[in-house]
């Protein structure tokens, strides 16, 4: 089975500062990877997935950006926070029917 | 085109009721659906789902769900609620070759004693 790692667990950083969130997977090969994000009342909003090494597609514009260094690495970043940015990031996978997801324990981002 | 509603973004329930969490699909094609549930702080864990076969999915913690096509519904349901069930509950749609699920935007489910 699928094991989906996150860190950091809680983040809390100023407005300007940059950021790096890191997920990894173990237990798959080429997997679809995604980023979502939980602001307080709103559901789940897709940010970025990629279905492969250095494809990343984009759902909303926004001061992110997404990398896929390795096969099963995905990292999202920001060289400047904004109060907007705080929420709960979510990483996660599909199944090997590509149609389930699996998800990550998530990252708590605070923007202060 | 796909998208989800869950009614209700609050559900209120006594310990041991029943749970009902609705939620309506639209797709242009057969649609693979999905309920998840979310605990405070915690990653989406996926309770059931329904791939085209049996249309009365059963799910982890008594959780089922049953895919009615002529409803385009697909209602999470527990014939007796527990306390640990007090969650966020999410449906998902994914369809057609697409590998990009559509969320519904969730409801809590509460559990009085």
Redo the contacts between chains.
């Keep these: 089975s699928q094991t989906i790692h996150q860190w950091p667990a809680t983040l809390v950083q100023p407005v300007g500062s940059p950021l790096s969130l890191e997920c990894t997977v173990e237990g798959t090969s080429n997997p679809n990877l995604y980023w979502y994000r939980q602001a307080a009342g709103r559901g789940l909003q897709l940010l970025f997935y990629s279905v492969g090494i250095g494809q990343i597609s984009s759902e909303v514009p926004q001061n992110l950006s997404a990398s896929r260094p390795q096969d099963r690495q995905f990292i999202l970043s920001s060289k400047k926070l904004l109060l907007s940015d705080s929420g709960f990031y979510l990483c996660a996978t599909t199944s090997d029917s590509r149609y389930e997801q699996y998800f990550g324990p998530g990252t708590r981002l605070t923007v202060t | 085109a796909q998208s989800v509603t869950q009614l209700g973004s609050h559900v209120s329930v006594s310990e041991g009721a029943l749970v009902l969490l609705r939620c309506n699909y639209s797709s242009s094609v057969p649609p693979?659906l999905?309920w998840?549930v979310q605990y405070p702080?915690?990653?989406?864990?996926?309770l059931l789902?329904y791939?085209s076969a049996a249309t009365l999915v059963k799910g982890i913690n008594g959780f089922e769900a049953e895919f009615k096509k002529s409803e385009t519904s697909f209602h999470l349901t527990k014939p007796s609620a527990h306390m640990s069930d007090a969650a966020e509950y999410?449906c998902?749609v994914?369809s057609g070759g697409s590998?990009?699920?559509t969320?519904?935007?969730?409801t809590s489910l509460i559990v009085h004693p």
């Design positions: 693979y999905f998840y702080n915690q990653g989406l864990q996926l789902k791939t999410f998902a994914a590998y990009i699920p969320f519904g935007r969730g």
